[in-house]
């Protein structure tokens, strides 16, 4: 692809390059939140910016990649992108650029015309292609992203939460009451309570880079709820996190776990285990008018 100029004085977008690299680094670092890990050096950003193809919908296996270039040639900002054809629809699922709004119009500017085909756009939403990936922006920490994106006709709403807890170096030991098996999707292990060798309960943890872990989900049947089974999972995951070195731990509370009767349950659980709130967590929807019979 050609580099096209940007409104950004004298900078360009043009696609990634291996030597962008270090700068891709530390814009995405730039933008970290608490109890995620950095990004890894040597693993292509492309690859770390993917997201999973949903159920018959196919989708490229990396989304393309642009950076935001200077007078230098320097990468100032980054967009990751990706379309599924068959139904005509795009999603944006990285966009850094150190909070500069120039630079995230520029960007967004760019990857919403290399997605001209697609009737919808959609920004941070779907799922990550590794166990890393966050779903959603953190609206006030990254507030001028979202402005960004609303001023180039992105509609937003709140998708869920974010919480963080530091795990210290002695966490107090929780009664064993879940067998501890080996989990594919997403890649880490399952904590399964059983009853007469019926699973009843089960959390999903995954230990990633920088000592870092996420709690996945937490899930009871609804016949065995209020009998304190998910405290009793989430007390062993957290002893067999700190166990493997783990200091931070996050967990995500969407808006549809939100909305059902256990979330208020589900909230207090976390907050009794020293989790805080970090930010909201919002995506993005870019509808485009459906072409007449005659522009078909």
Request: charged share 20%; glycine share 8%; proline share 8%.
């Amino acid at each position: 692809m050609a580099s096209s100029p940007s409104p950004e004085s004298r900078s360009t977008v043009r696609p990634y390059r291996p030597e962008d690299e270090s700068s891709v680094r530390d814009l995405i670092d730039a933008d970290r939140l608490p109890g995620q890990p950095h990004w890894v050096p040597g693993q292509p950003a492309a690859q770390r910016s993917g997201a999973a193809p949903l159920c018959g919908w196919a989708a490229p296996a990396r989304p393309r990649i642009s950076v935001l270039a200077d007078a230098g040639d320097r990468a100032r900002g980054i967009v990751a992108y990706l379309c599924w054809a068959d139904v005509r629809t795009g999603l944006i699922c990285r966009l850094h650029a150190r909070e500069n709004p120039p630079a995230l119009r520029a960007l967004v500017c760019h990857a919403l015309g290399a997605l001209a085909h697609c009737l919808r756009v959609e920004a941070f939403v779907g799922a990550p292609a590794d166990a890393w990936g966050l779903v959603g922006l953190p609206r006030t920490r990254r507030a001028a992203t979202h402005g960004a994106l609303v001023q180039s006709g992105f509609t937003g709403r709140r998708q869920g939460c974010y919480l963080h807890r530091s795990l210290p170096a002695e966490v107090p030991s929780a009664k064993v009451v879940a067998d501890v098996l080996p989990c594919e999707m997403p890649p880490g292990r399952r904590l399964v309570i059983r009853e007469a060798a019926e699973p009843v309960a089960e959390a999903v943890v995954t230990v990633g880079p920088d000592r870092t872990a996420a709690i996945h989900w937490i899930e009871t049947l609804p016949s065995r709820r209020r009998r304190g089974l998910a405290r009793l999972l989430l007390g062993q995951a957290l002893t067999l996190l700190a166990e493997e070195g783990v200091t931070d731990v996050s967990a995500v509370l969407d808006d549809a776990q939100q909305r059902s009767p256990g979330t208020a349950a589900a909230s207090r659980l976390f907050d009794s285990f020293g989790f805080t709130f970090v930010d909201d967590l919002w995506g993005y929807q870019h509808q485009r008018p459906r072409a007449t019979r005659g522009d078909a």
